[in-house]
């Protein structure tokens, strides 16, 4: 990509935990993303928190346009979340019922803290992606708290290079994908992108 098409990532942290493992793996990602020059939009769901959603309300609060705005420009999002009783936290849920138009033709990652390894939470953060008709990396990336990261850092080589994977792997599919995404708005061809030109 150009100087003038840097990647734009979005990451979102799903947790609400004051001291959340989450955050702190997260941050890690971010870091590398703005390292590999990447543009990077942190939203973290305790500091800046989401209404219910409400589709009769939702779209008039007033935080929300801005928000918007700041889905539209991502072209790809790094999302963390717990792994609670098999599925995403309610503060990733609620940030994903906000949006879906927002979604369409751009890359989803996921990261889990889990105990189970968050299996059904990535496919769960698979299923949005493709109801959205989004992207989602083949992928996703578990770990345990207690194991993997300490004292608010990632702790273990084999968490250090799944994340190095996944930030490498976020940046050159999310470049292909952004790439392709912003032919189809500009190009003439029938595709699933054609209902947005």
């Known amino acids: 990509m150009s100087s003038l098409q840097v990647l734009r990532v979005m990451v979102v942290v799903g947790s609400l935990h004051k001291t959340s493992s989450t955050r702190d793996v997260l941050r890690d990602v ?14 973290d769901l305790l500091v800046e928190p989401l209404p219910l959603f409400n589709p009769d309300s939702a779209y008039h609060w007033p935080g929300y346009d801005p ?9 790809a999002f790094v999302l963390g979340t717990p792994d609670y009783h098999g599925s995403v936290s309610s503060a990733m849920k609620n940030f994903l019922d906000h949006f ?14 889990s105990h189970e390894k968050g299996l059904t939470v990535t496919d769960q953060l698979r299923t949005v992606a493709r109801q959205c008709y989004a992207w989602s990396m083949p992928y996703g990336v578990s770990f345990v708290e207690s ?28 470049e292909l994908l952004a790439a392709q995404r912003r032919n189809d708005l500009e190009g003439t061809d029938p595709g699933f992108m054609a209902r947005l030109r």
């Not at 971010?30 to 939203?43: F, K, M, N, Y």
């Not at 250090?160 to 792997?169: G, I, V, Y």
């Open 147 to 174: 194991e993997d990261v300490k004292d608010g850092s990632v702790a273990s080589k084999a968490l250090r290079a799944r994340l190095k994977m996944l930030a490498r792997d976020v940046r050159v599919y999310g």
């Open 30 to 43: 971010e870091v590398q993303l703005a390292a590999a020059g990447c543009t990077t939009d942190w939203l």
């Open 100 to 113: 879906w138009r927002e979604f369409t033709g751009k890359l989803f990652a996921s990261l889990v803290s």
């Open 67 to 75: 928000l918007k705005k700041r889905v539209e420009l991502a072209d």
